[in-house]
């Protein structure tokens, strides 16, 4: 009988990843090749993995999901947001701290914010996940870097042709109030966004299939991130037993560059939880077996 296979893509998107020339087009306001704003190391040959995949195992695939990092310019972990005590910009990758914010080390460029910020960065310190990370902008929407890397396009898209499905997208990080490296939930909910609240209806979803593959960047946090929260769901909801429905492609995920130990235990600590850890390859394998068999 013909199993359940879901893939679910996470933040494929041109700004996290590391793009050759001939992927980059001509920005034609300034007449230069557009760039990626966070690229991550490996990420292109992981799309072009993950493309494949999707393009010898269609048949197989039962659900297609992309997760889409769409943030304002103007965003809570942009630099566009603070401003240093001596007037300077603040560069990406600086992190900041509510004690920084305290001691006005950094400070909202619009002074008004500043009792949401500390709110803010008091609630994301407190549930001991991360910190506040001044990222480059990216991922703005309506930009080329928001847009889905082309090759994992062209897969889903003829995926979508063949099965007459629809490849469902979920955006997150839009409220520019608080960071949301998780595809389900933001870092810091906001009560009176839903979108930034747990996404129960999309998890539980994930949670009618046989299997849910799992691909996308960064390993070191948006992946990182939701999977930990689906992991909870399930185990929660369902029993240690059901994080066997989830299988990271190690092939087609990479860290973001200094983020590498932080994501080897995250792979540690999900297959000691019963995740399964996969190449693509192995997944190929189990989509050829499945297109064979009877609906």
Same mark, same amino acid.
């Given at each position: 009988?013909?199993?359940?296979?879901? /893939?679910? @893509?996470?933040? $494929?998107?041109?700004?996290?990843?590391?793009?050759?020339?001939? %992927?980059?087009?001509?920005?034609?306001?300034?007449?230069?090749?557009?760039? $990626?704003?966070?690229?991550?190391?490996?990420?292109?040959?992981?799309?072009?993995?993950?493309?494949?995949?999707?393009?010898?195992?269609?048949?197989?695939?039962?659900?297609?999901?992309?997760?889409?990092?769409?943030?304002?310019?103007?965003?809570?972990?942009?630099?566009?947001?603070?401003?240093?005590?001596?007037?300077?910009?603040?560069?990406?990758?600086?992190?900041?701290?509510?004690?920084?914010?305290?001691?006005?080390?950094?400070?909202?460029?619009?002074?008004?914010?500043?009792?949401?910020? /500390?709110?803010?960065?008091?609630?994301?310190?407190?549930?001991?996940?991360?910190?506040? @990370?001044?990222?480059?902008?990216?991922?703005?929407?309506?930009?080329?870097?928001?847009?889905?890397?082309?090759?994992?396009?062209?897969?889903?898209?003829?995926?979508?042709?063949?099965?007459?499905?629809?490849?469902?997208?979920?955006?997150?990080?839009?409220?520019?109030?608080?960071?949301?490296?998780?595809?389900?939930?933001?870092?810091?909910?906001?009560?009176?966004?839903?979108?930034?609240?747990?996404?129960?209806?999309?998890?539980?979803?994930?949670?009618?299939?046989?299997?849910?593959?799992?691909?996308?960047?960064?390993?070191?946090?948006?992946?990182?991130?939701?999977?930990?929260?689906?992991?909870?769901?399930?185990?929660?909801? %369902?029993?240690?037993?059901?994080?066997?429905?989830?299988?990271?492609?190690?092939?087609?995920?990479?860290?973001?560059?200094?983020?590498?130990?932080?994501?080897?235990?995250?792979?540690?600590? @999900?297959?000691?939880?019963?995740?399964?850890?996969?190449?693509?390859?192995?997944?190929?394998?189990?989509?050829?077996?499945?297109?064979?068999? $009877?609906?």
């Amino acid at each position: 009988m013909k199993r359940t296979l879901h /893939l679910l @893509m996470i933040d $494929p998107q041109n700004d996290f990843c590391d793009l050759p020339a001939g %992927y980059l087009p001509i920005d034609p306001v300034t007449g230069q090749p557009l760039a $990626p704003a966070l690229p991550v190391p490996g990420a292109h040959a992981d799309m072009l993995r993950l493309a494949g995949l999707i393009n010898r195992g269609r048949a197989g695939i039962t659900a297609i999901s992309v997760t889409l990092d769409a943030h304002h310019r103007f965003d809570i972990a942009h630099p566009t947001f603070w401003i240093a005590a001596d007037g300077a910009a603040v560069p990406p990758f600086t992190e900041i701290s509510a004690a920084d914010v305290r001691a006005r080390r950094y400070l909202p460029r619009h002074l008004a914010a500043l009792p949401i910020a /500390l709110n803010y960065l008091d609630r994301l310190e407190a549930a001991g996940r991360y910190r506040l @990370m001044v990222w480059p902008v990216h991922c703005e929407i309506g930009s080329w870097g928001h847009n889905v890397h082309a090759d994992v396009r062209a897969a889903y898209g003829h995926w979508e042709e063949a099965s007459l499905g629809i490849v469902a997208k979920l955006a997150k990080g839009s409220n520019p109030w608080t960071e949301h490296y998780s595809a389900v939930q933001a870092e810091v909910p906001d009560a009176d966004d839903p979108d930034t609240q747990f996404n129960t209806q999309f998890v539980r979803t994930l949670a009618t299939a046989d299997r849910v593959y799992i691909a996308g960047e960064a390993g070191s946090h948006c992946v990182k991130a939701t999977v930990e929260h689906i992991a909870d769901y399930f185990e929660r909801e %369902y029993g240690t037993a059901a994080l066997g429905k989830l299988a990271l492609l190690t092939d087609c995920i990479s860290p973001v560059t200094g983020f590498d130990a932080q994501y080897q235990h995250f792979l540690r600590t @999900m297959a000691a939880r019963g995740v399964h850890l996969l190449p693509a390859a192995d997944a190929l394998a189990e989509l050829i077996a499945n297109a064979g068999e $009877p609906a």
